[in-house]
């Protein structure tokens, strides 16, 4: 991808003396034509606010796509953030090897455009407070297509955040007045910058030009005269939108749709078989940050939405995400739903041959959500366990391994019996052909 920089066609440049230089008639058709190639190649290569994506499939929750650009000479995180609709944190989250004010020029930068739609339904407008990103689901019409907006947001600052529940928009408003709260005057005023009572619209406005309430409440959706805040917490509750993220959305949501407000910091969803997580900073907030650790919080997420049982690998990749909170989705179970599991054993391990490993079951379910339970029981143990859940097509099998021998495969039994009340038995991976991963729905 590259930046093309160019200057808007003023006709006739004027002389040092005042005298328009004029060019002889012929050629003005040739020079209108190439002004016309420079647009339409300006036009293709401008970065497109792409903001619309198709609805996926109930069951599946990953769209977009990420991308990454190179950095300009003397531009910032920030600038790349504002011509690429995304946030001022997420980007500096999806970067943390970059310096957010002075990048190195002609450094890939990745931009976030990849997103794990929030555990909501899918209608109106869901905010999700730590991803400081709002999704909206326009009703589709009979035959269209279902489809998901999605935009870059400001949220409140440290305690001054919107309340978490369902609301929905009320009064809508174009060039808005700002009645200035009581409580905003007297923080001004003591900081020496002292407010009016209204402020009109115009360039000094920050609600910008568009404004939606939430109910009969004093928040707003609203634009701003302050892009470059987008993706941060500094409001005072208010929802902030870029200026043309705002305009193109007032005209698609009706008065009354319904807005949920939900606190999601750790999301986990499914494209076709491959499941990602997405991790991002949780609120601070004592009253809206839950006390249980970064990866139990992951941990949730992923089991409330693959119902399936994770090899060791995985989840350590899970905890990683949930580490490093950089807000992109990471894949962590790469398309195995469905796939034989001899053949991703010779895959991963090629000195075995597969119908030489043994395997430890401790049980066979209909229930997935009872395998997680254990399965996670059995995670906890302080020993190197790999497990997984396999299907001959009727019920899941809860197995420990592969080991390279029967032996083995006792003695892992008699481990996790001093641990717990499950033995297991060994299981030659020949009987397991045929065998496959389960499914989330199985």
């Given at each position: 991808?590259?930046?093309?920089?160019?200057?808007?066609?003023?006709?006739?440049?004027?002389?040092?003396?005042?005298?328009?230089?004029?060019?002889?008639?012929?050629?003005?058709?040739?020079?209108?034509?190439?002004?016309?190639?420079?647009?339409?190649?300006?036009?293709?290569?401008?970065?497109?606010?792409?903001?619309?994506?198709?609805?996926?499939?109930?069951?599946?929750?990953?769209?977009?796509?990420?991308?990454?650009?190179?950095?300009?000479?003397?531009?910032?995180?920030?600038?790349?953030?504002?011509?690429?609709?995304?946030?001022?944190?997420?980007?500096?989250?999806?970067?943390?090897?970059?310096?957010?004010?002075?990048?190195?020029?002609?450094?890939?930068?990745?931009?976030?455009?990849?997103?794990?739609?929030?555990?909501?339904?899918?209608?109106?407008?869901?905010?999700?407070?730590?991803?400081?990103?709002?999704?909206?689901?326009?009703?589709?019409?009979?035959?269209?297509?279902?489809?998901?907006?999605?935009?870059?947001?400001?949220?409140?600052?440290?305690?001054?955040?919107?309340?978490?529940?369902?609301?929905?928009?009320?009064?809508?408003?174009?060039?808005?007045?700002?009645?200035?709260p009581r409580s905003i005057r007297e923080e001004h005023a003591r900081a020496g910058e002292p407010l009016p009572p209204v402020v009109p619209p115009g360039p000094d406005n920050p609600l910008g030009e568009y404004a939606m309430r939430l109910g009969t409440s004093?928040?707003?959706?609203?634009?701003?005269?302050?892009?470059?805040?987008?993706?941060?917490?500094?409001?005072?509750?208010?929802?902030?939108?870029?200026?043309?993220?705002?305009?193109?959305?007032?005209?698609?949501?009706?008065?009354?749709?319904?807005?949920?407000?939900?606190?999601?910091?750790?999301?986990?969803?499914?494209?076709?078989?491959?499941?990602?997580?997405?991790?991002?900073?949780?609120?601070?907030?004592?009253?809206?940050?839950?006390?249980?650790?970064?990866?139990?919080?992951?941990?949730?997420?992923?089991?409330?939405?693959?119902?399936?049982?994770?090899?060791?690998?995985?989840?350590?990749?899970a905890r990683l995400a949930a580490e490093q909170q950089q807000g992109i989705p990471t894949k962590i179970l790469p398309g195995r739903s469905g796939e034989s599991l001899l053949r991703t054993v010779a895959g991963r391990f090629p000195g075995l041959a597969p119908?030489?490993t043994w395997w430890l079951q401790l049980g066979a379910y209909r229930n997935i959500h009872n395998a997680n339970l254990i399965a996670e029981r059995i995670g906890r143990l302080p020993a190197d366990i790999s497990t997984s859940l396999v299907t001959d097509g009727?019920?899941?099998?809860?197995?420990?391994?592969?080991?390279?021998?029967?032996?083995?495969?006792?003695?892992?039994?008699?481990?996790?019996?001093?641990?717990?009340?499950?033995?297991?038995?060994?299981?030659?991976?020949?009987?397991?052909?045929?065998?496959?991963?389960?499914?989330?729905?199985?």
């Open positions: 991808m590259f930046i093309l920089r160019i200057s808007a066609f003023r006709g006739p440049r004027p002389t040092q003396n005042g005298n328009a230089l004029k060019s002889p008639d012929r050629y003005r058709p040739t020079l209108l034509f190439l002004y016309c190639c420079v647009l339409l190649l300006w036009l293709s290569a401008a970065p497109v606010r792409a903001a619309t994506y198709p609805l996926p499939p109930a069951g599946e929750h990953v769209i977009g796509e990420l991308t990454a650009v190179r950095a300009a000479r003397d531009e910032t995180l920030l600038d790349v953030a504002l011509r690429h609709d995304v946030g001022h944190e997420a980007i500096v989250a999806a970067n943390p090897d970059i310096d957010p004010w002075l990048p190195q020029e002609e450094a890939w930068i990745t931009l976030p455009t990849q997103f794990i739609l929030p555990d909501a339904p899918r209608e109106g407008i869901v905010i999700n407070l730590p991803e400081m990103r709002l999704y909206y689901y326009p009703e589709p019409a009979a035959g269209e297509q279902a489809l998901v907006i999605t935009h870059p947001i400001s949220i409140g600052s440290e305690g001054r955040n919107l309340p978490i529940g369902l609301s929905r928009i009320g009064e809508k408003r174009v060039n808005p007045s700002w009645v200035v004093s928040y707003l959706i609203h634009g701003t005269n302050r892009p470059f805040s987008i993706g941060m917490r500094v409001s005072h509750g208010c929802i902030r939108m870029y200026p043309e993220d705002i305009a193109a959305l007032f005209p698609q949501v009706p008065s009354g749709t319904p807005v949920r407000i939900i606190n999601q910091p750790f999301k986990a969803g499914w494209r076709a078989d491959e499941l990602y997580v997405e991790a991002h900073t949780p609120l601070q907030e004592k009253h809206l940050s839950p006390a249980s650790s970064h990866t139990t919080e992951m941990v949730a997420a992923v089991i409330n939405t693959s119902r399936i049982v994770l090899d060791e690998m995985s989840w350590a990749m119908g030489e009727r019920l899941c099998h809860l197995l420990l391994g592969p080991f390279t021998a029967r032996d083995a495969a006792v003695n892992m039994g008699k481990v996790i019996r001093a641990y717990t009340d499950f033995s297991g038995f060994p299981l030659p991976g020949a009987n397991l052909n045929g065998y496959r991963y389960c499914r989330p729905e199985t």
